[in-house]
């Protein structure tokens, strides 16, 4: 039987294309997922250091900068007499585009001079991912060397490691060493470096730029929590740039290290309109590169429909196991086209400049046709999926996994799925269609908000249900259209959108309240069958998840419920070096020690990373309309995170300075760009603003 391999306690550097995962220690052995990768390939499978037949032994590890880990180890196998360790290897791991570097240090205070055997054991297997991740150990491939380097080549990826000043060994072909002798005086040191360079000329994915184009804000909070997450989420997401072969000009974010390196529609979409209030470069970025894959034709192999936006990219073909076959370029997603619609808007009211935005009216009108077109495929006026092939995935919302739509007592709904988030993107993205088609004198405006009006009005009498402690949003329609029962945190999803009335908002407030573990927000209710604190969809808590919620709870008018599940957040990221991952358990806080975590979660990860933004500007209340020259700040009463100042915010291309009191109170709101600022107490609920504002 094969395994999924745990992620939660390696030690990870990346820098897409490129990722490194190894052993806590700091060791690459043969298991699991350790390994260096460039794209979806394992490049190397083994890295593992030896100090005179010894393994070094770590006492300190951890991230170093972006792309980077540090590994602190003793050396007692070369040591002199006496407890206190006197020589000890410091081992530093740069994770580049195409390279991983490694540099050995060994230092000593010893009283003579220590010679350093030092051994580099090498391995590759140039595995794809999808088998990685399915548990496989496939055998290590045989190197060649030219007396300077070992090389393995193998289906369109060709690996060279070079050391200078290495003797190297290929005894076992399938276990070359590199050897180096070091002579160490006393209070010196001595170096060694080898590197690992991969090149795939066919791959899908390039590497961004070398400098981030977004703004990294100075953040001073009476919760260091939050400053310590936001810098960190930042760090991560620098190591996430992308850019796609198809749009080798358009920069966007890889959904999460090591499973979604690539290029997703929703992942990719939401952590771009996360990341807006600190410059709209990122969005524009992300919405060229999906408009320039944007569906022409009806292919049911790759789910493909003309106007729809992906769902990933690859190299080769995905296998998934039980059957399921992604094809290298797949569109299998319910959501990342109206997704698509409100980050355009977003990014507009956010200030990306006019004849950008303009540039992509042609694709907003094709992704507005699918929306009412082939996104509602049998005409009732809510969008729905079904996979027609039988080997793609059988969900097709955020919650992809195959158990993740089910009822109260458990059993599996049968598609076509209408989940209810997607209704309520849907909803935004006919209404922010509609305000972009009239400023720019497009046709069709009044359409788009009929038709967001009809859904609004359907939306109640098929969604609603009721259970002892009162009604919400069921999870979908099922294929019957009967509303799926289950609470779920997919009802975050509809606040703010104008989907809800006022009063339902109130009641999907409260609700969510039965969904909060303390660390942020369940994804289901402790009272289904199904639930599980460590289910992947199924009791969890998702960082992006909560705060969407969180943003949603604010443009709502309920601060109180926001504030607490992003106390939970902050709690969670205390636990996890203020490096949120992609999901953890939905245990309880208090009835654990920590923050349990999910063992096969990504990190980084995307929209994880990027939530702590989202927080910066839902309870500072940013409310921009750049189009109409104004920009509202509305903090949440009293501030949940203590007095905050946050230089380095950006609107309009322009720098952005707000700072609030303790008690919510905006001391400072400065900007050079064109727009009125409007300082005042929070407002009520404006659809318009979308995520990066409240």
């Known amino acids: 039987?094969?395994?999924?391999?745990?992620?939660?306690?390696?030690?990870?550097?990346?820098?897409?294309?490129?990722?490194?995962?190894?052993?806590?220690?700091?060791?690459?052995?043969?298991?699991?997922?350790?390994?260096?990768?460039?794209?979806?390939?394992?490049?190397?499978?083994?890295?593992?250091?030896?100090?005179?037949?010894?393994?070094?032994?770590?006492?300190s590890a951890g991230p170093a900068g972006p792309g980077a880990v540090e590994v602190i180890a003793l050396l007692r196998a070369v040591d002199g007499p006496g407890a206190?360790?006197?020589?000890?290897?410091?081992?530093?791991?740069?994770?580049?585009?195409?390279?991983?570097?490694?540099?050995?240090?060994?230092?000593?205070?010893?009283?003579?001079?220590?010679?350093?055997?030092?051994?580099?054991?090498?391995?590759?297997?140039?595995?794809?991912?999808?088998?990685?991740?399915?548990?496989?150990?496939?055998?290590?491939?045989?190197?060649?060397?030219?007396?300077?380097?070992?090389?393995?080549?193998?289906e369109g990826t060709d690996v060279v490691v070079r050391a200078d000043g290495a003797k190297v060994d290929l005894s076992d072909p399938a276990a070359p060493r590199l050897l180096w002798v070091l002579d160490v005086p006393p209070g010196a040191n001595r170096s060694v470096t080898w590197a690992v360079t991969t090149t795939q000329p066919d791959s899908p994915m390039l590497p961004g730029p070398g400098v981030a184009t977004w703004s990294t804000p100075t953040v001073r909070c009476d919760d260091r929590r939050l400053s310590a997450l936001i810098a960190r989420g930042l760090e991560d997401l620098e190591t996430l740039r992308m850019r796609a072969r198809f749009a080798p000009d358009d920069v966007f974010v890889a959904a999460g290290a090591p499973w979604f390196f690539t290029l997703f529609g929703r992942d990719s979409l939401w952590a771009a309109r996360m990341m807006l209030p600190l410059g709209t470069e990122l969005a524009a970025g992300t919405?060229?590169?999906?408009?320039?894959?944007?569906?022409?034709?009806?292919?049911?192999?790759?789910?493909?429909?003309?106007?729809?936006?992906?769902?990933?990219?690859?190299?080769?073909?995905?296998?998934?196991?039980?059957?399921?076959?992604?094809?290298?370029?797949?569109?299998?997603?319910?959501?990342?086209?109206?997704?698509?619609?409100?980050?355009?808007?977003?990014?507009?009211?956010?200030?990306?400049?006019?004849?950008?935005?303009?540039?992509?009216?042609?694709?907003?009108?094709?992704?507005?046709?699918?929306?009412?077109?082939?996104?509602?495929?049998?005409?009732?006026?809510?969008?729905?999926?079904?996979?027609?092939?039988?080997?793609?995935?059988?969900?097709?919302?955020?919650?992809?996994?195959?158990?993740?739509?089910?009822?109260?007592?458990?059993?599996?709904?049968?598609?076509p799925i209408a989940l209810c988030e997607v209704q309520a993107y849907a909803h935004e993205a006919a209404v922010s269609g509609a305000a972009l088609l009239e400023a720019f004198g497009r046709p069709g405006p009044d359409r788009w908000r009929g038709w967001a009006e009809a859904m609004r009005r359907r939306f109640r009498g098929a969604f609603w249900v009721d259970d002892d402690h009162g009604g919400y949003p069921a999870i979908a329609l099922d294929a019957d259209k009967r509303p799926v029962d289950t609470l779920t945190s997919n009802i975050g999803h509809l606040l703010g959108t104008g989907l809800l009335t006022k009063e339902d908002e109130v009641q999907v407030a409260r609700r969510l309240t039965d969904l909060d573990s303390g660390y942020g927000l369940r994804t289901m209710a402790t009272t289904s069958a199904g639930y599980w604190p460590l289910r992947y969809h199924g009791g969890s808590v998702w960082t992006h998840d909560t705060a969407i919620a969180v943003a949603g709870l604010v443009r709502a008018g309920h601060p109180d419920v926001a504030a607490s599940l992003a106390e939970g957040l902050l709690a969670a990221s205390a636990d996890a070096g203020s490096r949120l991952p992609e999901l953890y358990s939905g245990d309880a806080r208090g009835t654990v020690p920590a923050m349990v975590p999910y063992p096969a979660a990504c990190r980084p990860q995307a929209w994880s990373a990027a939530s702590a933004v989202v927080l910066l500007g839902a309870f500072l209340g940013l409310e921009p309309d750049v189009p109409a020259g104004r920009l509202g700040v509305r903090p949440v009463v009293p501030a949940p995170f203590g007095a905050l100042e946050v230089r380095g915010l950006q609107v309009a291309g322009r720098e952005l300075t707000v700072a609030v009191d303790a008690g919510g109170h905006v001391v400072t709101a400065e900007t050079l760009a064109p727009v009125r600022v409007e300082p005042g107490s929070p407002s009520g609920p404006d659809p318009r603003a979308g995520l990066g504002g409240s």
């Open 84 to 154: 206190d360790p006197t020589v000890r290897l410091r081992r530093r791991r740069e994770v580049s585009p195409g390279q991983v570097v490694e540099h050995l240090e060994v230092a000593s205070a010893t009283a003579a001079a220590v010679r350093v055997p030092l051994t580099v054991t090498l391995g590759a297997d140039l595995a794809q991912m999808d088998r990685i991740k399915a548990g496989e150990s496939p055998a290590p491939l045989p190197a060649v060397t030219d007396g300077k380097s070992v090389s393995w080549s193998a």
């Open 287 to 415: 919405l060229r590169a999906l408009a320039a894959r944007q569906g022409t034709v009806v292919d049911p192999e790759t789910a493909e429909q003309p106007g729809k936006i992906l769902h990933e990219v690859r190299g080769a073909e995905l296998d998934l196991g039980g059957g399921s076959v992604l094809p290298p370029v797949y569109y299998g997603t319910i959501d990342a086209t109206p997704l698509w619609v409100c980050l355009l808007h977003d990014a507009w009211r956010w200030g990306m400049p006019t004849d950008e935005v303009e540039a992509l009216l042609p694709n907003l009108e094709a992704a507005l046709a699918w929306i009412a077109d082939h996104g509602d495929s049998d005409g009732d006026g809510f969008l729905e999926y079904l996979d027609q092939t039988g080997r793609g995935l059988a969900n097709q919302g955020w919650k992809d996994s195959g158990d993740s739509v089910q009822w109260r007592d458990g059993t599996l709904a049968r598609g």
């Open 1 to 59: 039987m094969t395994l999924q391999p745990l992620l939660h306690d390696l030690l990870v550097a990346t820098m897409a294309p490129a990722q490194a995962w190894s052993a806590p220690d700091g060791q690459v052995r043969p298991a699991g997922a350790q390994g260096f990768y460039e794209g979806d390939v394992r490049v190397l499978s083994r890295a593992e250091v030896m100090v005179a037949g010894a393994e070094p032994e770590t006492i």
